[in-house]
């Protein structure tokens, strides 16, 4: 069963541009993760940040956590076309389950 | 780059043909996954594996099997390929972090099989 729900499913924007995809999920979970995938190939992580974290930060990306709200966020600043990907959550709730990903959102940006 | 193989990278089949999808990883991880996505959509878990001798089924049912004799080996075989199971395959792996929770997954390239 799904988790994380992303919003927008797609999103097309200008190079230099900001980018911002948001994922909702239902349970409690230990920490959530941001991956992307280029198309045909493999996921690749991008970013991990644990339920007692607000914000967190790597190079052009930036993600927050609203546990609150059961919601996250993630920001890539002056996007470039190599960034054009499909982007996914996915939490970790506490023990030993399994990730679970969302259905993901595919950025497009145009040079 | 993550230590973690996938062979092979395309299969076209006919129906009714057994398969085995190979993957390994070298990073010692002790849990392993097998996930089916179909171009553009959402991931899904087929199967996964704590370590070695332990497999359990995921989320979405499937027709496949895995086995796991070795850590770093986790093959996926159909018996009977059916055009149903076209789809995009991918194995990743993670190991235990400090807090005793599961932590980045590292993917495989991933097989896109074909079943004619």
């Known amino acids: 069963s799904q988790q994380g729900e992303e919003d927008p499913q797609a999103l097309s924007i200008q190079e230099g541009e900001n980018a911002t995809m948001n994922c909702s999920y239902k349970?409690?979970?230990?920490?959530l993760q941001w991956y992307r995938q280029n198309s045909g190939r493999g996921l690749v992580h991008l970013i991990l940040?644990?339920?007692?974290?607000r914000e967190k930060h790597s190079g052009r990306l930036r993600v927050t956590l609203d546990t609150s709200k059961k919601s996250s966020s993630l920001l890539i600043t002056a996007s470039r076309a190599a960034d054009t990907a499909s982007y996914f959550c996915?939490?970790?709730?506490?023990?030993?389950?399994?990730?679970?990903f969302g259905k993901g959102t595919r950025l497009s940006v145009i040079a | 780059e993550a230590d973690i193989y996938q062979t092979p990278r395309y299969l076209v089949i006919g129906t009714g043909k057994k398969i085995t999808l190979e993957c390994s990883q070298t990073?010692?991880?002790?849990?392993m996954y097998w996930y089916q996505q179909d171009p553009g959509m959402e991931l899904h878990l087929i199967h996964y594996?704590?370590?070695?001798?332990?497999?359990e089924k995921g989320d979405l049912s499937s027709e496949s099997t895995v086995s796991r004799i070795r850590t770093e080996h986790f093959p996926l075989t159909l018996e009977s390929a059916r055009p149903s199971h076209t789809s995009q395959y991918l194995c990743?792996?993670?190991?235990?972090?400090?807090?005793?929770?599961?932590?980045?997954?590292?993917f495989g390239p991933g097989t896109r099989l074909t079943v004619l």
């Open positions: 349970t409690s979970i230990n920490n």
């Open positions: 990743a792996s993670s190991g235990i972090g400090r807090d005793r929770v599961y932590n980045e997954q590292f």
């Open positions: 990073m010692g991880h002790d849990k």
């Open positions: 594996s704590y370590g070695v001798n332990s497999t």
């Open positions: 996915a939490t970790v709730s506490s023990g030993n389950t399994p990730l679970v």
């Open positions: 940040i644990r339920s007692n974290e």
